[in-house]
């Protein structure tokens, strides 16, 4: 899964000029694998200085040998161009070790090679299951129905159509996309860096930005159903109202509502993809329903609302908030007022909202592999270094971090937002959080800090009395008139599958969970709920590499688990109690050492008893060692 080669044309001036933009890191991966020189592989590395939102690969350390990995590169290239050097093939994963070593500089064990190999993007499904050994008749008969059709859906459909398992995905939206078919308010677009937010079974989209906006997104989504088949086992605008387990037949109920009015169907296995962003969150505001203007959650906005002229308040400062502020001040609206309850921290990400540059696509296009290591670029930095960022050092003494690196991140953070608003100190104090960065979710700055300068935008941070017929009035009574009031409040994160009526082995999910919230084995199955996988469940939003990941790790391990169940020729699984309790009480212990758990500061993290139960306390590593191979010892199998 490599790019095709096109240098035809290419003259030595213009490869030279493209590879003065390469990633120098990738460029001199790229050499050691093309050419096997070991004077190249021990050029000397250093740490890299990463930026606010991600770590980076250690880095040459000398000018002078980024200028010789150019310089080799270009001449690679002009023989490739000529006909006289051959692309080796892709490299198997025993091939791939050392050259990971080398990128990485350290020592990889036989695990995190497997990991970063198939994130390298040159397998055509790399966490899928092999399920060949089964007869057909009985991969058919085990029918999977598949809640949502968001990412982490798609991947389970894409999974389960290669393993040649029956299946069906059930989304109440319109249309596939998940968070990208809900979302799409100015402004709205990912904040992990597009060659790290994609799956390993499709890791080469034709990007257009560096960070992917929305319709990007829903229709790089979209394009895994037709390239996969999918569109035959979906169905849209249908919504699962309640699961029930027969234990006497041992299968699901699954009790659904469409166009076509209410049905029940029968599957053996339910795999839950609902996910942490599908269900809005509206504020106890008192006279919501009063307003007379219109009145939009940022999930329902309407692209064919004529902002022009208008007045605008957007009540909200998390990520969507945040996000749409800077896009709306550019349009010609008349007023924009922003109600903040907390200040959020904003990363400075040099080309946040800008396309990938011509040059960059040229390099993905026409240097072998360049692209391979320049996506493993790009999840290192969002994986375990990165991470690493998340722990309370318990004798770091200053109160307003909680590690070095966290300090280093505030006092980077900080010195932006002064080269942004110390000239105007009010603002200044209104934008300050009095909580450590990071422990609360850091959005991207597209143009937060330079709207609250505007004339015609206000920042309120005074709290919301209630809201009128005309607009909204604020405690200290003053009332201001608005045409359009948007909620950007977020959602219902930890709610997870509470949102449907699951009743299973003797007890309903509702009760399950009743004294703390959310709790699944690794945020994957739930005892006395058989049969019952999650993806992105609770305490699965990890602290490194992002949902692409973690849902594809954990379709494998829901599929691993069919596949031991029906090669064994039994009928349920259902977690036992005692792994369940030992690694909930793990991670409550992790969690506990981490910047979420930091008073003074709240988010969607943390439910209703007080809980962290969206966060994860694993670093990617463990996660993927834990989830490689299930345990069957760890389950009732009956």
Known sequence: MTAAVSLKGADDAAIRAALGAANPTCLRAVLFQLTGDPVIAKLKTEPAVGTSDR????????????????????????????????????????????????????????????FWYEEFGVQPLPRGVDMSGIPEATRRAAHVIVIGGGMNGITAGVALKAAGVSFTIIEQNPDLGGTWER??????????????????YEPFHPWQHNYAVRDELKDYL????????????????????????????????????????????????????IGLFGRAS????????????????????????????????????????????????????????????????????????????????????????????????????????????????????????????????RTSLMDYMKSKLGHRPELLEKCTPNYPPLAKRLPKDNGWYDAVLKDNVELVTEGIERVTPRGVLTRDGKEREFDLIVLATGFKASEFLLSIDVQGDGVSLKEAWSAEGARAYWGVTI????????TYGPNTNGRAVGPAAWGEMQVRYALKCIRNLLSSGKRTLSVRQEPFKAYNEELDARLAKMIFSVPGQSSYYVNEHGRIATNGGFYNREYYQWSYEPDMGDYHVA
């Not at 969002?382 to 971090?401: C, E, L, M, R, S």
């Not at 005892?527 to 999650?534: E, I, S």
């Open 55 to 114: 770590a980076a690969p250690p880095a040459l350390e000398r000018e002078e040998d980024r200028e010789l990995v150019r310089r080799r590169m270009a001449e690679v290239l002009g023989r490739i161009r000529d006909g006289s050097f051959a692309v080796p093939p892709e490299p198997s994963l025993e091939q791939f070790r050392p050259l990971a070593e080398c990128f990485f500089a350290e020592s990889l064990s036989e695990q995190i090679t497997r």
């Open 183 to 200: 979302n799409r308010y100015p402004g709205a677009r990912v904040d992990v860096a597009s060659f790290a937010y994609c799956n390993t």
């Open 222 to 273: 979209r394009g895994h159903a037709t390239k996969h088949g999918l569109w035959d086992h979906v169905r849209l605008n249908t919504k699962v109202t309640a699961l029930r387990w027969d234990g006497a037949n041992k299968r699901w109920n699954i009790d659904i509502e469409g166009a076509s009015g209410k049905q029940t169907l029968q599957a053996q296995f339910v795999i839950s993809a």
């Open 282 to 409: 509206f504020p106890n505001i008192a006279g919501l329903d009063s307003f007379q203007g219109r009145l939009l959650h940022s999930t329902q906005w309407d692209p064919d609302y004529d902002i022009h002229g208008k007045r605008i308040a957007v009540i909200g400062t998390g990520s969507s908030g945040i996000q749409m502020i800077g896009p709306l001040s550019r349009q010609p609206v008349k007023q924009i007022t922003i109600f903040q309850r907390s200040p959020a921290w904003l990363a400075n990400v040099p080309g946040y909202e800008e396309s990938i540059p011509d040059a960059q696509r040229w390099l993905s296009d026409n240097v072998p592999y360049y692209r391979n290591w320049l996506r493993l670029t790009a999840v290192y930095g969002v994986g375990d270094a990165y991470g690493k960022n998340f722990d309370i050092d318990p004798q770091w003494k200053d109160p307003h971090t909680v590690n070095a690196a966290n300090h280093r991140l």
């Open 527 to 534: 005892p006395h709920f058989p049969n019952l996988f999650c």
